[in-house]
């Protein structure tokens, strides 16, 4: 069974840094698009960056220039480097393939104060 385990998160300053990761369990990680998704208390889940097989990244306008996802196919790990942190920003963070198709895990809270 396909596990996706994120970790990384924190409470974190207004401008501040954290960096996200997930473990995905597949052995052919390295063929699937993986996206990193958010859901703040009271909204629906929504995409925040996806990175190709290939790892041609795109974001969502509202990190545009602030995240940078990336993917380690050796560790079967995809990152999610989030630097400007807004308090807009808190979440609770997902990874999953693009478009999702597993089962979620847990996600990994972030919380930006102001």
């Known amino acids: 069974q396909v596990q996706l385990v994120e970790s990384g998160g924190g409470l974190e300053q207004a401008g501040g840094s954290l960096r996200l990761s997930c473990e995905f369990s597949?052995?052919?990680?390295?063929?699937?698009?993986m996206g990193w998704y958010r859901q703040a208390p009271g909204k629906q889940r929504e995409w925040v960056a996806r990175?190709?097989?290939?790892?041609?990244?795109n974001y969502t306008d509202s990190v545009k220039g602030r995240f940078t996802i990336s993917r380690d196919n050796a560790k079967n790990t995809v990152y999610l480097q989030m630097n400007s942190l807004k308090p807009e920003d808190t979440a609770l963070y997902y990874c999953?393939?693009?478009?999702?198709?597993?089962?979620w895990g847990q996600g990994t809270q972030v919380t930006v104060s102001s």
């Open positions: 597949a052995t052919i990680f390295s063929t699937y698009a």
């Open positions: 999953n393939t693009y478009p999702s198709y597993y089962t």
């Open positions: 990175i190709t097989s290939g790892g041609r990244p």
